[in-house]
């Protein structure tokens, strides 16, 4: 158990629709990723939230977008999702702002019908 | 822009042989490396990672690697495979140029050992 959690572990939504997902960091981590893993594209970073502030953005799409809270948690927002973007969403969080080791959570499996 | 090219997408060995899962990466500046081990529906562990200091990692699990810079790998080793190694390993590359920190990470290699 890495100490990161996300919720929910399965999705199932309709193409069109707009979903969100969450991440709790390990306490005491102030960084959160997002990643990206799917068949055609592998893993993939999305973006890094660095005590509530965007640090890095990777390759997200525009339809896609992240936010980190005052309590660090953060959330994954992707809408007028495509059968495309069905993949695992990672998340990950580190103690500081750059090479520390990244802890990931188990992922959300989104399923686009 | 950096990048990682992972050499072969599944690697077979028998119980007990040597592990050797290959890494090359490309980067504009002195990288951090990563390996990250992930078993079936979980996420990615940490086996091992580069960050400059000695060029040969110990990791979890009896695994290790090393940072060669002439050839630009980062290969990795075990010497004695056990069944539970079966998994997907992924190599990974950060060298946070330009602010940017996420992990750049090779499309993987798929573990099978055999009994």
């Known amino acids: 158990d890495s100490g990161v959690t996300q919720t929910p572990k399965h999705l199932i939504t309709a193409t069109g629709q707009r979903v969100t997902l969450r991440c709790s960091p390990r306490?005491?981590?102030?960084?959160v990723y997002w990643y990206q893993q799917s068949l055609d594209q592998g893993l993939q970073f999305l973006i890094q939230y660095y005590n509530g502030e965007e640090r890095a953005k990777g390759n997200i799409l525009e339809r896609f977008s992240a936010q980190q809270f005052p309590d660090l948690h953060s959330e994954l927002n992707l809408s007028s999702l495509e059968l495309g973007d069905s993949a695992l969403y990672f998340c990950a969080s580190s103690r500081g702002q750059s090479y520390n080791e990244q802890f990931f959570g188990p992922g959300t499996r989104l399923t686009v019908l | 822009a950096q990048s990682v090219t992972q050499l072969g997408s599944h690697v077979s060995v028998s119980e007990g042989a040597l592990v050797l899962l290959r890494c090359n990466y490309s980067?504009?500046?002195?990288?951090?490396l990563f390996w990250y081990v992930q078993y079936p529906n979980q996420g990615l562990q940490l086996l091992l990672k580069y960050t400059s200091a000695a060029t040969l990692v110990k990791g979890i699990n009896g695994f290790e690697a090393e940072f060669k810079k002439s050839e630009t790998s980062f290969h990795l080793t075990k010497p004695s495979a056990h069944m539970s190694d079966a998994a997907e390993y992924f190599c990974?590359?950060?060298?946070?140029?330009?602010?940017?920190?996420?992990?750049?990470f090779g499309k993987g290699t798929h573990l099978i050992i055999q009994p």
């Open positions: 980067s504009s500046v002195p990288p951090y």
């Open positions: 306490s005491g981590d102030l960084s």
């Open positions: 990974a590359v950060s060298d946070s140029g330009g602010g940017a920190d996420g992990l750049t």
